[in-house]
Nanobody
Framework: QVQLVESGGGLVQAGESLRLSCAASGNIFSINAMGWYRQAPGKQRELVASITSGGITNYAESVKGRFTISRDNSRDNVINTIHLQMNSLKPEDTAVYYC?????????????WGQGAQVTVSS
């Protein structure tokens, strides 16, 4: 079991910045990757950015160059806290942002989700 607690989010104007954080607890030694997904009203949930326990990052094309995902590096190959720095925000970034933790315990894989953080960008 993994528990995820998100913080950050809020209402900003276009061009401004926000930072999201997500802290995991529980079986953190089995976490292979963590990331952020978002879901706008009427749309499917989509990946925003992810980072593996080894530090490999992946971004959606729409946020490349504006968003940066990072992790606290208290231990090599153990990931339990991530951050998403969002710069140059656009109204189309408005969504509920969900933290995700992915565990691979062959042959089973698990996904855990945070409660969601609202990000609203006004034009």
């Amino acid at each position: 079991q993994v528990q995820l607690v998100e913080s950050g989010g809020g209402l900003v104007q276009a061009g401004e910045s926000l930072r999201l954080s997500c802290a995991a607890s529980g079986n953190i030694f089995s976490i292979n990757a963590m990331g952020w997904y978002r879901q706008a009203p009427g749309k499917q949930r989509e990946l925003v950015a992810s980072i593996t326990s080894g530090g490999i990052t992946n971004y959606a094309e729409s946020v490349k160059g504006r968003f940066t995902i990072s992790r606290d590096n208290s231990r090599d190959n153990v990931i339990n806290t991530i951050h998403l720095q969002m710069n140059s925000l656009k109204p189309e970034d408005t969504a509920v942002y969900y933290c995700n933790a992915h565990l691979a315990l062959p042959p089973v894989e698990y996904d855990y989700w945070g409660q969601g953080a609202q990000v609203t960008v006004s034009s």
